[in-house]
Protein backbone atom coordinates (compact mmCIF):
# COMPACT_ATOMS: atom_id res chain seq x y z
CA UNK A 1 0.00 0.00 0.00
CA UNK A 2 0.99 3.08 -1.04
CA UNK A 3 0.88 6.21 1.53
CA UNK A 4 2.28 9.96 1.84
CA UNK A 5 2.85 12.09 4.12
CA UNK A 6 3.84 15.74 4.78
CA UNK A 7 5.59 17.76 7.64
CA UNK A 8 4.59 21.17 8.79
CA UNK A 9 7.86 22.54 10.99
CA UNK A 10 5.90 25.67 12.96
CA UNK A 11 8.04 28.67 14.60
CA UNK A 12 9.75 31.60 14.47
CA UNK A 13 12.49 30.47 16.25
CA UNK A 14 13.32 27.62 13.52
CA UNK A 15 13.33 30.53 10.77
CA UNK A 16 15.27 33.35 12.49
CA UNK A 17 18.34 29.85 12.96
CA UNK A 18 17.85 30.82 17.07
CA UNK A 19 16.53 26.78 17.17
CA UNK A 20 17.53 23.94 15.04
CA UNK A 21 15.45 21.92 13.84
CA UNK A 22 15.87 18.19 15.33
CA UNK A 23 12.18 16.26 14.30
CA UNK A 24 12.71 16.31 10.53
CA UNK A 25 14.92 13.47 10.80
CA UNK A 26 13.29 11.20 13.34
CA UNK A 27 9.77 11.99 12.06
CA UNK A 28 11.26 10.79 8.26
CA UNK A 29 12.76 7.88 9.56
CA UNK A 30 10.04 6.32 11.68
CA UNK A 31 7.20 7.02 8.89
CA UNK A 32 9.32 5.22 6.35
CA UNK A 33 9.61 2.38 8.57
CA UNK A 34 5.82 2.78 9.17
CA UNK A 35 5.00 3.09 5.45
CA UNK A 36 3.91 6.63 5.12
CA UNK A 37 7.47 8.11 3.71
CA UNK A 38 7.32 12.14 3.51
CA UNK A 39 7.53 13.11 0.75
CA UNK A 40 6.84 17.23 1.91
CA UNK A 41 8.21 19.29 4.40
CA UNK A 42 7.44 22.76 5.26
CA UNK A 43 8.78 25.51 7.43
CA UNK A 44 6.95 28.12 8.42
CA UNK A 45 6.46 30.78 10.89
CA UNK A 46 3.94 31.77 13.77
CA UNK A 47 1.63 33.46 11.66
CA UNK A 48 -2.22 32.55 11.52
CA UNK A 49 -2.85 32.82 7.35
CA UNK A 50 0.09 31.32 6.70
CA UNK A 51 -0.57 27.98 9.24
CA UNK A 52 -4.30 27.72 7.93
CA UNK A 53 -3.72 28.16 4.26
CA UNK A 54 -0.22 25.81 4.65
CA UNK A 55 -2.66 22.93 6.76
CA UNK A 56 -5.43 23.25 4.30
CA UNK A 57 -3.28 22.50 1.41
CA UNK A 58 -1.03 19.79 2.71
CA UNK A 59 -4.46 17.99 4.03
CA UNK A 60 -5.88 17.70 0.76
CA UNK A 61 -2.64 16.96 -0.55
CA UNK A 62 -1.41 13.73 1.56
CA UNK A 63 -2.63 11.07 3.54
CA UNK A 64 -1.34 12.26 6.52
CA UNK A 65 0.25 15.37 7.83
CA UNK A 66 2.28 15.98 10.89
CA UNK A 67 3.08 19.47 11.99
CA UNK A 68 5.24 20.45 14.86
CA UNK A 69 5.32 23.84 17.24
CA UNK A 70 2.91 26.57 18.16
CA UNK A 71 1.23 24.26 21.20
CA UNK A 72 2.70 25.35 24.50
CA UNK A 73 0.94 28.64 26.89
CA UNK A 74 2.44 31.82 25.14
CA UNK A 75 0.77 34.25 23.07
CA UNK A 76 3.18 33.04 20.17
CA UNK A 77 1.58 28.95 20.34
CA UNK A 78 -1.00 29.86 17.87
CA UNK A 79 -0.99 26.51 16.32
CA UNK A 80 -4.16 24.95 18.08
CA UNK A 81 -6.73 27.55 17.32
CA UNK A 82 -5.16 27.96 13.48
CA UNK A 83 -5.90 24.17 13.14
CA UNK A 84 -9.54 24.35 14.55
CA UNK A 85 -10.20 27.47 11.84
CA UNK A 86 -8.25 25.29 8.97
CA UNK A 87 -11.24 22.57 9.96
CA UNK A 88 -13.77 25.15 10.32
CA UNK A 89 -14.70 24.20 13.83
CA UNK A 90 -14.26 25.74 17.09
CA UNK A 91 -11.78 25.39 20.16
CA UNK A 92 -13.49 24.01 23.55
CA UNK A 93 -12.75 22.94 27.02
CA UNK A 94 -11.35 19.65 27.01
CA UNK A 95 -12.29 18.05 30.52
CA UNK A 96 -10.25 15.10 31.10
CA UNK A 97 -7.48 17.28 29.71
CA UNK A 98 -8.36 20.01 31.55
CA UNK A 99 -8.32 17.63 35.37
CA UNK A 100 -4.98 16.80 33.95
CA UNK A 101 -3.27 19.86 33.88
CA UNK A 102 -5.19 21.86 36.90
CA UNK A 103 -4.05 18.35 39.39
CA UNK A 104 -0.61 18.89 37.78
CA UNK A 105 -0.10 22.76 38.23
CA UNK A 106 -2.46 23.08 40.76
CA UNK A 107 -5.23 25.35 40.91
CA UNK A 108 -3.59 28.66 42.66
CA UNK A 109 -0.96 27.99 39.49
CA UNK A 110 -3.24 27.03 36.67
CA UNK A 111 -3.47 30.33 35.31
CA UNK A 112 -5.14 31.51 31.87
CA UNK A 113 -2.13 30.76 29.91
CA UNK A 114 -2.32 27.10 30.89
CA UNK A 115 -5.64 26.71 30.69
CA UNK A 116 -5.13 27.82 26.97
CA UNK A 117 -3.29 24.27 26.57
CA UNK A 118 -6.60 22.45 27.70
CA UNK A 119 -8.64 23.89 24.88
CA UNK A 120 -8.94 21.71 21.39
CA UNK A 121 -11.01 21.55 18.48
CA UNK A 122 -14.04 20.46 18.43
CA UNK A 123 -13.68 16.86 17.85
CA UNK A 124 -9.89 15.99 17.98
CA UNK A 125 -8.67 13.05 19.89
CA UNK A 126 -5.49 13.90 22.07
CA UNK A 127 -1.90 12.77 21.69
CA UNK A 128 -0.32 11.84 25.16
CA UNK A 129 2.31 13.73 26.10
CA UNK A 130 4.14 11.97 29.23
CA UNK A 131 6.98 14.42 29.55
CA UNK A 132 4.88 17.31 30.11
CA UNK A 133 1.36 16.50 30.09
CA UNK A 134 -0.27 19.00 27.85
CA UNK A 135 -1.44 16.82 24.71
CA UNK A 136 -1.13 17.55 21.21
CA UNK A 137 -4.20 16.08 19.39
CA UNK A 138 -5.00 14.71 16.25
CA UNK A 139 -8.00 15.72 14.00
CA UNK A 140 -8.36 14.64 10.78
CA UNK A 141 -5.50 13.43 8.97
CA UNK A 142 -3.81 15.96 10.39
CA UNK A 143 -1.50 15.33 13.53
CA UNK A 144 -0.37 18.26 15.78
CA UNK A 145 2.60 17.39 18.20
CA UNK A 146 5.01 19.93 20.37
CA UNK A 147 8.28 21.51 18.78
CA UNK A 148 10.58 20.12 22.16
CA UNK A 149 12.53 17.05 20.46
CA UNK A 150 11.82 15.07 23.73
CA UNK A 151 8.29 15.99 23.74
CA UNK A 152 7.57 15.70 20.38
CA UNK A 153 9.47 11.74 20.33
CA UNK A 154 7.48 11.08 23.14
CA UNK A 155 3.93 12.06 21.49
CA UNK A 156 5.09 10.68 18.30
CA UNK A 157 5.66 6.76 20.33
CA UNK A 158 1.86 7.19 21.50
CA UNK A 159 0.44 8.25 18.17
CA UNK A 160 2.02 5.82 16.11
CA UNK A 161 0.02 3.08 16.93
CA UNK A 162 -3.02 4.91 15.52
CA UNK A 163 -1.95 5.53 12.20
CA UNK A 164 -2.91 3.45 9.18
CA UNK A 165 0.44 1.96 7.50
CA UNK A 166 1.43 1.14 4.68
CA UNK A 167 4.80 -0.44 2.76
CA UNK A 168 7.82 -0.39 4.96
CA UNK A 169 11.12 1.84 3.27
CA UNK A 170 13.66 -0.19 3.14
CA UNK A 171 16.97 0.85 1.73
CA UNK A 172 20.26 -1.02 1.16
CA UNK A 173 23.44 1.12 0.98
CA UNK A 174 27.23 0.80 -0.26
CA UNK A 175 30.12 2.92 0.19
CA UNK A 176 34.04 2.70 -1.10
CA UNK A 177 36.73 4.57 -0.86
CA UNK A 178 39.02 6.67 -3.04
CA UNK A 179 36.14 6.73 -5.52
CA UNK A 180 34.52 10.58 -6.40
CA UNK A 181 30.99 10.45 -7.00
CA UNK A 182 31.52 12.03 -10.84
CA UNK A 183 33.05 9.09 -11.82
CA UNK A 184 30.04 6.95 -11.13
CA UNK A 185 27.40 9.77 -11.90
CA UNK A 186 26.61 8.75 -15.33
CA UNK A 187 26.68 4.72 -14.25
CA UNK A 188 23.98 6.34 -11.27
CA UNK A 189 22.01 7.82 -13.80
CA UNK A 190 21.41 4.68 -16.02
CA UNK A 191 20.64 2.75 -12.87
CA UNK A 192 18.06 5.15 -11.94
CA UNK A 193 16.12 5.22 -15.22
CA UNK A 194 16.59 1.18 -14.76
CA UNK A 195 14.48 0.92 -11.32
CA UNK A 196 12.46 4.65 -11.62
CA UNK A 197 9.85 3.32 -8.49
CA UNK A 198 13.29 3.27 -6.36
CA UNK A 199 15.08 6.98 -5.31
CA UNK A 200 19.28 6.50 -6.42
CA UNK A 201 21.36 9.03 -3.84
CA UNK A 202 24.65 10.30 -4.15
CA UNK A 203 26.42 10.92 -1.13
CA UNK A 204 30.19 12.18 -1.28
CA UNK A 205 32.03 11.92 1.93
CA UNK A 206 35.56 13.10 3.11
CA UNK A 207 37.70 14.09 6.26
CA UNK A 208 40.71 15.84 7.65
CA UNK A 209 43.10 12.86 7.23
CA UNK A 210 42.60 12.82 3.36
CA UNK A 211 40.25 9.99 3.17
CA UNK A 212 37.42 10.54 1.26
CA UNK A 213 34.73 8.38 -1.43
CA UNK A 214 31.06 8.17 -1.78
CA UNK A 215 27.77 6.31 -0.33
CA UNK A 216 25.18 5.18 -2.63
CA UNK A 217 21.74 4.34 -1.79
CA UNK A 218 18.81 2.84 -2.83
CA UNK A 219 15.83 3.22 -1.61
CA UNK A 220 12.06 2.15 -2.19
CA UNK A 221 9.10 0.59 -1.15
CA UNK A 222 9.35 -2.88 -3.04
CA UNK A 223 11.80 -4.82 -1.43
CA UNK A 224 13.07 -6.93 -4.45
CA UNK A 225 13.43 -3.85 -6.80
CA UNK A 226 15.46 -2.08 -4.42
CA UNK A 227 17.96 -5.58 -3.97
CA UNK A 228 18.24 -5.20 -7.81
CA UNK A 229 19.15 -1.49 -7.99
CA UNK A 230 21.27 -2.06 -5.06
CA UNK A 231 23.13 -5.03 -6.72
CA UNK A 232 23.50 -3.00 -9.52
CA UNK A 233 25.30 -0.24 -7.40
CA UNK A 234 27.50 -2.66 -6.37
CA UNK A 235 28.45 -3.69 -9.71
CA UNK A 236 28.73 0.03 -10.63
CA UNK A 237 31.09 0.55 -7.97
CA UNK A 238 33.48 -2.32 -9.18
CA UNK A 239 33.84 -1.32 -12.48
CA UNK A 240 35.31 1.62 -11.37
CA UNK A 241 37.97 -0.37 -9.33
CA UNK A 242 36.34 0.68 -6.34
CA UNK A 243 36.04 -1.57 -3.66
CA UNK A 244 32.01 -1.87 -2.67
CA UNK A 245 31.41 -2.01 1.21
CA UNK A 246 27.96 -2.78 2.38
CA UNK A 247 26.45 0.00 4.53
CA UNK A 248 27.14 3.66 5.21
CA UNK A 249 30.80 4.75 5.93
CA UNK A 250 32.22 4.84 9.68
CA UNK A 251 34.18 8.23 9.72
CA UNK A 252 35.15 11.44 11.61
CA UNK A 253 33.41 14.30 11.62
CA UNK A 254 34.95 17.17 10.11
CA UNK A 255 34.89 20.64 10.93
CA UNK A 256 33.57 22.80 8.21
CA UNK A 257 33.48 27.01 8.45
CA UNK A 258 30.99 27.60 10.79
CA UNK A 259 32.68 25.12 13.08
CA UNK A 260 29.29 22.46 13.05
CA UNK A 261 30.07 18.88 12.62
CA UNK A 262 29.72 17.79 8.84
CA UNK A 263 30.32 13.70 7.62
CA UNK A 264 29.93 14.59 4.14
CA UNK A 265 30.86 17.69 1.36
CA UNK A 266 30.84 17.31 -2.30
CA UNK A 267 33.16 16.86 -4.32
Same mark, same amino acid.
Given at each position: ????????????????????????????????????????????????????????????????????? @??? *?? %?? $??????? /????????? !???????????????????????????????????????????????????????????????????????????????????????????????????????????? @??? *?? %?? $??????? /????????? !????????????????????????????????????????????
Amino acid at each position: MQRTSALILIGNEILSGRTQDENTQFLAYQLGKLGIPLQEVRMIPDTREIIIRTVVELRAAFDEVFTTG @GIG *PT %HD $DITTPCI /AEAFGVSLE !IHPPTFALLENHFLKENFNAARQRMAYLPQGAIPIANPISLAPGFSLGNVHVMAGVPRIMRAMFENLAHRLKKGTPVISLTWHAFSLYEGNLAEGLKTIQERYPQIDI @GSY *PF %HC $DDGIYGV /ALVARGQES !ITVQKAASDIRDLIVSKGGCPLQGEPLLKPIKTENNLPNKRYST
